[in-house]
């Protein structure tokens, strides 16, 4: 006589193997992606591509090769992820050298007529071998025109910064000063247009205090804001001087301007400068 069996049996079976199957690929013998597009990179491996594009573009000032190796990230706004990347890499841990050469990148994607200096040429005119700087050095390239020149600054080392090409120097055309009770402490706030009223990324912005120190900081970290934006903290009884590019007009004397609220009670203000070219 036959015994008779259910199907659960089968079921059972097909369960387990397809366990035992998942367990396999996951632990024992795991897939190994090789050759993927950039566009299917993880957030971290995306940067670390971003960085590689833009250290490579200091090398070989190519502005196809670089803008062609960022569209296969396929990223819908590539200038915003590379500014965003060089202001996250400002933050203490991060590279100074690739901060910057993200923004240059960022500069060098939305404006397409942008141009740089390789440096592989600014270390043989400097009678230097031309090889590119390790990673953390302060070593960028220079835009020309003008030809490399070293920026001061108040750390023990001074270095060359990266200069977008210029035409006619930036000049100032509104200074006011800014009374927002709520605002992010006294600032100056810098807007960099050019003749186009388009504002400009990566343009250098010098401040000097009166011990004589410089410090260097750029625009287009906040393009939220505007691609031309960039806003140096000030501190309470200290004046500064401001110049815009290498060549751009001198603004002298600033300082925190005193507001006062509806009640009549003093607070510190910011001031806001709008430099354009003619």
């Known amino acids: 006589m036959k015994e008779k069996r259910g199907s659960l049996y089968l079921l059972t079976g097909l369960v387990i193997g397809a366990v035992l199957g998942l367990l396999t690929s996951i632990f024992i013998v795991p897939a190994r992606y090789v050759d993927v597009a950039p566009s299917a990179l993880k957030a971290v491996d995306r940067e670390q591509y971003r960085a590689l594009v833009a250290r490579a573009y200091l090398v070989e000032a190519e502005n196809g090769r670089a803008v062609a190796r ?18 996250k890499e400002k933050r203490p841990g991060g590279d100074e050298h690739t901060s910057r050469a993200l923004a240059l990148l960022a500069a060098a994607v939305s404006q397409k007529q942008l141009l740089i200096t390789p440096l592989p040429r600014i270390a043989a005119e400097a009678g230097g071998q031309a090889t590119e700087p390790a990673p953390g050095e302060q070593e960028t390239p220079t835009l020309p025109p003008p030809t490399r020149t070293p920026g001061a600054t108040i ?10 090409t210029q035409g006619a120097p930036y000049a ?9 009770v709520e605002g992010r402490g006294s600032l100056i706030q810098v807007f960099v247009f050019n003749a186009a009223d388009e504002g400009v990324p990566a343009v250098r912005v010098e401040v000097s ?23 140096y903290a000030m501190v309470e009884g200290m004046t500064y001087n401001l110049r815009v590019g290498s060549t751009g007009q001198l603004v002298q004397n600033l300082s925190v301007p005193q507001c006062k609220n509806k009640d009549g009670e003093a607070f510190p203000g910011s001031i806001q400068l709008v430099f354009k070219q003619p």
């Open 70 to 87: 960022l569209a296969l990230l396929a990223d819908p706004r590539p200038a915003d992820a590379l500014v965003a990347q060089a202001e």
């Open 172 to 180: 100032l055309i509104q200074q006011k000063e800014i009374c927002e």
């Open 155 to 164: 750390t023990p080392r001074p270095s060359p910064t990266p200069l977008p």
């Open 209 to 231: 205090i009166t011990d004589g120190g410089v410090e260097s900081f750029f625009t287009g970290f906040y393009p939220e804001i505007s691609p031309g934006y960039a806003d």
